[in-house]
């Protein structure tokens, strides 16, 4: 018929059976027409919706969208959440929803979803091609496939890129202090530390001392120690950018 000459697509799992097909953008569900969409959808050939918690998850852009069957005679659609650009990929594995957009041209983020819509993580990584699958290991580690091979995604590695913001150029040392706060040193751009949640600039610090030697260590109180090659040269004993000495 009319439906099956276009584009579309059959999600199912032991409970129930969805078909979303591309005209209007529609649904049949158990045997039955859904009304179409109020939103135009990104087409089914680059994003698929899935069905997660009895709930047909799609993408508009930006925004991730659900259509929920707990009534069959009424099914409805709501915003589940929104992300800052594109989204690129959507999937699921056991009671996890995953989603994957752009930060930027070189950098993706992965953010993961634990039962509900309500709190999410995120993992950013280097990627700069089209996803087609994904999947998780016993060990938590996420697999994508793309267009250019197997990406593996390891959520307890924290990557940082040249472009995140205070990122110095130039990095030349680092070193974690006593209190897990990682330090970074640069040639000639002082330094930055990030504290767990985001990267910062030593302002004070850094107008007077900018270019930073490779060499750095910890003191006895587990201080991180720099190497000062500009303004008064010598060994920079950092607490915070408010307390700091040159020893």
Known sequence: ????????????????EVIWFQKNNGFIYKNKMIAPLKVKVSPITSINPVLYKNQ??????????????????????????????????????????????????????????????????????????????FTKDSAGNYWVGTHNGLLKIIPSLLVFSQDEDNMPPNVTTTQEDAKGHVWFGSGDNGISVYDGRKINLTNRINKIHKDILDCSTLDKAGQVLFNSASGKKGLLSIKSDEEYELL
């Open 56 to 133: 047909l998850i799609y993408v508009n852009d930006t925004k991730l969208l659900c259509k929920s069957f707990d009534d069959e005679s009424n099914s409805y659609e709501s915003l589940c959440d929104i992300t800052p650009s594109t989204i690129d990929f959507i999937g699921t594995v056991e009671n996890e929803f995953v989603l994957i957009y752009k930060k930027n041209k070189r950098t993706s983020v992965l953010r993961s979803y634990q039962n509900n819509f309500n709190s999410f993580k995120e993992i950013p990584f280097k990627f700069s091609s089209k996803i087609l699958s």
């Open 1 to 16: 018929d009319s439906i099956i000459s276009n584009h579309f697509t059959l999600i199912s799992d032991s409970k129930k």
